[in-house]
């Protein structure tokens, strides 16, 4: 390998390093365990607050704050390809809940930028037209916490009043039928 070339790639390896894709995939969550105790930045935009059923004022909330019976989490990142690629799909999927009785107001979507500033995770939401709210995670600390995946990758949590969430789904890529993947939450959620 010359010179340029090593140094070419090496520029592209620190890129994808940085850019929150990861080289290397962490574990994951387990199905039939709890989320984690993850405190999220509260949303300064009073439709996702209103989205969330989230009351204006806090600076944090917690997935169990969220006024819904399940909420699906998707992990991503503005550099991510796949995530970019994935993204009309998302809101396909957000417009099928949002359209369908039986899962409005009980299945919410959020997103989490992993490693992705307030300004990043505003570029990606206004390029691709996204519905449901997303939050930064610049320094990595919800990535952390739920697993430290590559992205896209989705969480799916029942939310139980005050017990912790039970994860129902974890999955690392896109949802290939959004359909079947409601279907799917629908029974292991019992809603």
Do not use: W
């Not at 970019?84 to 099928?96: D, G, M, S, V």
């Not at 299945?107 to 930028?113: N, P, R, T, V, Y």
């Amino acid at each position: 390998m010359t010179k340029k070339n090593l140094s070419s790639f090496m520029s592209i390896l620190i890129i994808l390093a940085t850019a929150g894709v990861g080289l290397a995939q962490g574990p994951g969550l387990k199905v039939g365990t709890t989320l984690p105790d993850i405190e999220l930045v509260q949303l300064k935009d009073s439709t996702d607050q209103k989205y969330l059923g989230l009351s204006p004022g806090s600076n944090i909330f917690k997935i169990n704050q969220v006024k819904s019976k399940v909420v699906i989490i998707e992990i991503f990142s503005m550099y991510c390809p796949y995530c970019q690629a994935e993204a009309p799909n998302i809101n396909k999927l957000h417009q099928l809940i949002e359209t369908n009785p039986s899962y409005k107001d009980r299945i919410k979507i959020i997103g989490i930028g992993a490693g992705n500033t307030s300004f990043e995770v505003a570029t990606f939401k206004n390029k691709y037209t996204i519905p449901f709210p997303l939050i930064p995670d610049d320094d990595f600390k919800l990535y952390k916490l739920l697993g430290e995946t590559r992205t896209p990758y989705f969480i799916v949590a029942k939310l139980n009043g005050d017990d912790p969430p039970e994860i129902i789904y974890s999955k690392l890529g896109a949802i290939a039928d959004n359909k079947s993947f409601l279907a799917q939450i629908a029974k292991s959620s019992g809603l």
